[in-house]
């Protein structure tokens, strides 16, 4: 598949299809705790679309997947089990990185327990500077609100 289609979107018409299975799939999982009941199930559903994979009419093909769209919306769990780091997971989000800036307030005492990399970090801002500067010009002075 090219790039340039999943940055834009778009999506094959199999693509939908095996993305309604792995949401229909994920939601039997929310249903059932116990792992045969689970499994049962999902060799149903598995069998519901295997019967219609090689459907050879465009149009029922699209009307199919829009009626599973429709009744996996209508029979979705109120619940549904979400990954820990996934978006609406109890852990998203929750690990803060804090900005590059905050390392020009440490103290000269905490700067001196890594001597190379502060070294190292003040060489490289020197250096985006000047290539800031070569690309924009310097800064105007006047422009400063200090």
């Known amino acids: 598949m090219a790039a340039s289609s999943t940055f834009l979107g778009l999506r094959t018409h199999s693509q939908k299809v095996c993305s309604l299975y792995k949401k229909a799939l994920r939601n039997l999982e929310a249903f059932y705790d116990d792992r045969i009941v689970y499994r049962y199930n999902a060799v149903l559903l598995r069998d ?12 029922k093909a699209v ?4 009626a599973g769209e429709e009744e996996l919306f209508l029979q979705q769990h109120p619940l549904p089990k979400k990954f820990s780091l996934s978006p609406g997971g109890v852990a998203y989000e ?3 990185t804090p900005p590059d800036w905050v390392l020009d307030y440490w103290h000269p005492l905490e700067k001196a327990e890594y001597p190379e990399y502060f070294k190292k970090r003040e060489q490289r801002k020197k250096e985006y500077i000047a290539m800031w500067e070569k690309e924009f010009g310097k800064a105007d002075p006047k422009d400063s609100h200090h």
Not at 52 to 57: L, M, N, R, V
Not at 63 to 66: E, F, Q, V, Y
């Open 94 to 96: 929750r690990v803060v």
């Open 63 to 66: 009307a199919l997947l829009k």
């Open 48 to 59: 519901r679309f295997n019967k219609h994979a090689k459907e050879p009419d465009m149009r």
